[in-house]
């Protein structure tokens, strides 16, 4: 029986920002993919509106196997808190176990000051700045306490975690990571952070700095894979952990933009910003580069910034890469069975 394997977009935009409607192209939320294998969903990231735009797709709460959190910026995690509440009032008899909420630990140390800042920039949380995703879950908990109690005592419903079991991702004791001096450590192999019998995810850590540790996953099936970037520049763990998939799904910024913007704020904030972009992103091009020395067999961009460009924007990927091209507005499903995409590459190449 085919498990028909295949990636929903519920959300493609990237960055802490409201992209709004534009003439250009559509609109947007926020970075936040499902992975469904069979009837089995597994959630990548859950960016603005994704609890909103789980429901659009006609997925149920008890679908849900597992969400795997990329990184921890608030793109990338800020609906975590409407899939928690709604997921876990939403859930009854069909449940099939606990979800599991996976991504990086505590940072444990802070990273080094940007050199334009001025005096006095310290974290905001002085005796937990880095929190890592089982304290994320757990302060989101803390903060919807009235909510959790009235509706433990009042409608008898059991903890959430009865439903939800957060934990940070355990980094292989070989990796040679240090969040400063070693964020993205050279020739890493991939590790396996999930299983169950009809997937297997496998991570690796990617360059997004400052923040880290930030991972990448891949999700394997016996019909098909699917690699999913996370934020990061170009990098080789991503090329390993990708060899060969069926799909990758890049993020991709045009850099242009960000040149162009951020005339609101201060100079040393737009230099600053610009050269995160700069050292922490991946344009189209590069992501074309990347699929290509992966072996992908087709090519998916996502986590576009700005999520409001005219769609000629991301087109450059078709440039460095000879497979099928994919720049997928939210709610649209991408089959990534093996069959399917040779079928796919055949014809592409073929063109």
């Avoid at 597992?66 to 808190?81: P, Q, R, Y």
């Avoid at 913007?261 to 904030?269: F, K, L, Q, R």
């Avoid at 507005?329 to 063109?351: C, P, V």
């Amino acid at each position: 029986m085919s498990l028909s394997p295949r990636i929903v977009t519920l959300g493609t935009a990237g960055g802490p920002r409201w992209w709004g409607p534009s003439r250009k192209g559509p609109r947007r939320h926020g970075i936040s993919t499902a992975v469904v294998v069979g009837e089995a969903v597994y959630l990548v990231d859950c960016g603005r509106g994704a609890s909103t735009q789980f429901a659009e797709a006609g997925f149920e709460p008890h679908q849900l196997r597992g969400i795997f959190l990329t990184h921890l910026h608030s793109d990338h995690a800020v609906d975590l808190a409407g899939m928690l509440l709604f997921g876990w009032m939403m859930a009854g008899k069909q449940q099939r176990g606990r979800v599991q909420v996976l991504g990086p630990g505590d940072r444990s140390v802070l990273p080094p000051l940007n050199a334009h800042a001025g005096p006095g920039v310290r974290p905001l949380f002085e005796d937990a700045p880095t929190a890592g995703t089982a304290a994320m879950v757990e302060n989101l908990f803390r903060a919807y306490s009235t909510d959790l109690t009235d509706r433990m005592l009042d409608s008898l419903r059991p903890s959430p975690y009865t439903v939800f079991d957060a934990a940070d991702i355990q980094l292989p004791t070989a990796s040679g990571f240090h969040p400063n001096d070693n964020p993205t450590p050279a020739g890493m192999e991939p590790f396996t952070v999930y299983a169950d019998e009809l997937v297997t995810v496998t991570a690796t850590l990617v360059a997004h700095p400052p923040i880290a540790p930030a991972f990448a996953f891949r999700f394997d099936t016996v019909d098909g894979s699917v690699t999913v970037s996370g934020d990061t520049a170009p990098c080789e763990n991503l090329v390993r952990l990708a060899q060969g998939t069926d799909l990758l799904l890049h993020e991709a910024i045009d850099l242009g933009w960000a040149e162009r913007s951020y005339g609101d704020v201060d100079e040393a904030t737009r230099i600053a910003t610009i050269e995160h972009h700069l050292k922490s992103h991946t344009t189209p091009r590069q992501a074309g580069q990347i699929a290509a020395a992966a072996g992908a067999r087709a090519l998916a961009l996502h986590h576009l910034v700005p999520g409001d460009a005219d769609p000629s924007v991301w087109r450059e990927a078709a440039e460095t890469f000879d497979g099928p091209v994919f720049v997928p507005d939210d709610l649209e499903t991408i089959s990534f069975a093996r069959r399917e995409m040779l079928a796919a590459s055949t014809t592409t190449n073929q063109d």
